[in-house]
């Protein structure tokens, strides 16, 4: 089983749709988890981190299930320029941080 | 204006080649990464530096090597040992630890030819 796995799509959406992604992790003691977003042949940037309690940012929610062992992010509202690719990341509690290989998404028009 | 700076962009090595990519910080962070990214796969560590002068192999370091002589700079060089050296490499910071926010840099596109 892969420390850290994504659906890597693509999810195609219209705009103004909502999508989710999911992602699992096998390491229960995990104790760190963040969305980056990466465009096409960029670096990944920071999305959001993910606490305990679930946060948002405007239309982006990211929820985290410790007894199921996965995070998730919502968007709302998408926009084209939401296509992209977003990365779920744990950090480990060898004090590593995995990366999953991302979801793709394409929003159109 | 605070970032990560790696260059160059693109990068073309003819094989038996070392190259070496610059990264640099002006974030006043602590530790510093490179990673490697290939198509489909997750990034993958290659080395990493939590304090100038020291530094620690990450999962993929064969063919690869580091310095930390400053806190602001992290280079790395590609040497002829690594065998599939293609990829798109990525460094990146973070203010202390391995699990704090890591910024990354804007990425250097190596091709062997």
């Known amino acids: 089983r892969k420390e850290v796995e994504q659906d890597p799509g693509p999810f195609n959406v219209p705009e103004g749709a909502t999508v989710a992604f999911n992602c699992t992790y096998s390491?229960?003691?995990?104790?760190?988890f963040f969305w980056y977003r990466q465009d096409c042949r960029k670096e990944p940037k920071l999305l959001m981190s993910v606490y305990s309690s679930g946060n948002e940012d405007g239309r982006f929610t990211a929820q985290l299930n410790r007894a199921s062992q996965y995070i998730s992010l919502l968007i709302r509202d998408s926009k084209l320029s939401d296509s992209a690719t977003y990365l779920c990341?744990?950090?480990?509690?060898?004090?590593?941080?995995?990366f999953g290989t991302g979801t793709r998404l394409q929003v159109f028009p | 204006d605070g970032g990560i700076t790696q260059s160059p962009k693109y990068l073309f090595r003819k094989e038996g080649q070392n190259v070496t990519l610059s990264c640099e910080q002006n974030l006043n962070h602590d530790a510093m990464y490179w990673y490697r990214q290939d198509p489909g796969q997750g990034l993958r560590l290659i080395y990493y530096s939590q304090i100038v002068n020291d530094f620690q192999k990450g999962d993929i370091a064969e063919g690869y090597s580091v310095s930390r002589e400053k806190k602001e700079s992290f280079p790395l060089t590609v040497t002829s040992a690594q065998k599939n050296p293609t990829a798109f490499y990525l460094c990146a910071s973070s203010l202390l630890s391995r699990t704090d926010t890591q910024y990354f840099g804007p990425g250097t596109r190596l091709t062997v030819l």
């Open positions: 990341v744990v950090g480990d509690n060898t004090d590593k941080l995995i």
């Open positions: 390491n229960s003691a995990s104790q760190s």
